[in-house]
C-alpha cells in the first residue's frame, strides 16, 4: 500500500511501540498511587510531559496532557470562554478553521454564550492579520487561529498576530499540522495556548496536549479529579503520553526530513499539473507535505476509490468531512464552487516517501483521473 494521508494520521513509529511495551505489561500501575509501582508509571509520564515541552519551548509544568486535537481545542475555547467577568464574551476565528474549532465556537455562538466572528480566506487560503485586527472588539477574549490548515496546507502569520495583538486578547493556535512540520517555538509564536495532537506524527490516536503559557486564565473543561494539576480530571492515558513523548522526542530527525519532503511534494505536484485542467489550492507559504489539487471535471470520490483499488490511500478533505459527499468548507471560504470543490484530493506525505512513491502515484493518476473524468 501507498499512503499518502499524514495529514489525517502518521504511521506509527516503531520506537513508539518499544517505548509503550512496560506500559502494556507490568508497568500498568496508576500512576496517582501511592507505591513504587506506581511512582515509575509517573517518571515516565513526567519525562513525557518535558519531551513534549521541549519539543515546543515551553515549560513542563505548561503542558497538559488530554485526550487529542480536539479536546485540546475544545478545552481551549471553552475554557476560556468560561473564565472572564465579561458576559457574551467575543470569539474571534477563521473561515478555514478545522470542524474542532469551528464547531465549539459556533456552538458557543448559538446557545448566546458567545458572540462570534469568522474571519474569511482569500481565494489563495489566506488571511490577514489587519484581518484579525478588524475584527477585534471591546470584549474579545480569544483569537483561536490555525497555524496550517490541514486540507491545503496553507501557513498563517501566527507571530505577526500575537504582536498585533500586543495581548488584548488570549491567543489559542492550534498547531496540529505544523508540529513535525515546521520547527515550533512558543515564545517565537507569541500564543498563550497551543494544541497538539500525537498520531499527526508518529504516536497514538486519542492523544494531545493543550500548552497553557504562565498566567492564561483558563476553566478546566474536564474537572474530575486533581490529575494534571487540576486542570484536566482522569485518570492519565499513560500508554498514549508516553507514546506522545516518544514520538516528540524524534521530531528533530522528522524535521531534519522536511527539505527532502517538501522536494518529493513539489515534484509531485509538478506531475499532478500535467493532468490537464488541474490546479493547486492554496500558495505559498504552506507546510512541505501537502498538495490539494484539483482535477476539473473529477468527481474526487470516484478518483479516490481507483486510487483505493490501486493500493494508494488519499483523501478528499479532512478525514472528519469524508463520507458526508459535502463539499469542503476551507475550499469553499476559499471562493470554490461545490463543483470544483468537489473535485479536489488531497495527497500529503511523510518521512518514509521516496522518488519511487511518487512515481507510482503519478502513474495511477495518469490512469485514474481521465476514467474519473467520464
Ligand atoms: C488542524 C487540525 N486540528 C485539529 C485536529 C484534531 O485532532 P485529533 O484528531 O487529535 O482530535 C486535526 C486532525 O484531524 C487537524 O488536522
Redesign the pocket.
Known amino acids: 500500500v501507498l499512503y499518502v494521508d499524514h ?2 494520521t502518521a504511521p506509527i513509529l516503531p520506537a513508539v511501540r518499544d517505548a509503550i511495551e512496560p506500559l502494556l505489561g507490568e508497568a500498568f500501575a496508576n500512576p496517582s498511587s501511592p507505591y513504587g509501582a506506581a511512582r515509575r508509571v509517573r517518571e515516565r509520564l513526567e519525562e513525557a510531559r518535558a519531551q513534549v515541552a521541549s519539543s515546543v519551548g515551553a515549560a513542563p509544568s505548561e503542558v497538559v496532557f488530554v485526550s ?4 485540546a ?1 475544545e478545552a481551549a475555547l471553552w475554557g476560556v470562554a468560561m473564565g472572564g467577568e465579561a458576559e457574551r464574551p467575543h470569539i474571534v476565528t477563521a473561515r478555514d478553521e ?1 470542524t ?2 469551528l464547531s465549539v465556537a459556533r456552538w458557543l455562538a448559538e446557545r448566546g454564550v458567545a458572540e462570534l466572528t469568522e474571519i474569511p480566506v482569500d481565494a489563495d487560503g489566506h488571511w490577514t492579520p489587519a484581518d484579525v485586527l478588524e475584527a477585534l472588539r471591546p470584549h474579545t477574549r480569544i483569537v483561536s487561529l ?1 497555524h ?3 486540507e491545503t496546507g496553507v501557513l498563517h502569520p501566527i507571530a505577526e498576530v500575537a504582536r498585533a495583538l500586543g495581548g488584548r486578547a488570549t491567543l489559542h493556535v ?1 498547531a ?2 505544523t508540529w513535525g512540520k515546521i520547527p515550533l517555538d512558543v515564545n517565537q509564536l507569541g500564543c498563550d495556548l497551543l ?1 497538539l ?4 506524527i508518529g504516536g497514538l ?1 486519542g492523544t ?1 496536549a493543550l500548552v497553557v503559557r504562565g498566567g492564561t486564565r483558563l476553566e478546566p473543561l474536564i474537572r474530575g479529579g486533581l490529575q494534571e494539576r487540576g486542570r484536566r480530571g482522569g485518570t492519565e492515558n499513560a500508554v498514549g503520553i508516553v507514546a506522545m513523548g516518544c514520538a516528540a522526542s524524534h521530531l528533530p530527525e522528522r524535521l531534519r526530513q522536511a527539505p527532502a519532503i517538501r522536494a518529493l511534494r513539489n515534484r509531485l505536484e509538478a506531475g499532478c499539473l500535467t493532468q490537464g485542467d488541474a490546479r493547486i489550492n492554496g500558495t505559498e507559504p504552506r507546510v512541505g507535505n501537502t498538495v490539494n489539487v484539483e482535477f476539473a471535471g473529477v468527481d474526487a470520490e470516484s478518483l479516490l476509490i481507483r486510487l483505493d483499488l490501486a493500493g494508494i490511500c488519499a483523501s478528499s478533505a ?3 468531512t469524508t463520507g458526508t459527499a459535502r463539499p469542503s468548507h476551507v475550499l469553499t471560504a476559499m471562493g470554490r464552487t461545490p463543483a470544483e470543490a468537489m473535485g479536489a484530493v488531497r495527497f500529503s506525505l511523510g518521512p518514509e516517501h521516496t522518488d519511487q512513491d511518487v512515481d507510482r502515484l503519478l502513474e495511477a493518476l495518469r490512469e485514474a483521473v481521465p476514467l474519473a473524468r467520464e
Open positions: 495529514n489525517a487529542g486535537g480536539t479536546e481545542i478545522h474542532a474549532t490555525m496550517a490548515n490541514n492550534d496540529v499540522q494544541s495532537s500525537a498520531h499527526k490516536k494531545g479532512s478525514a472528519c
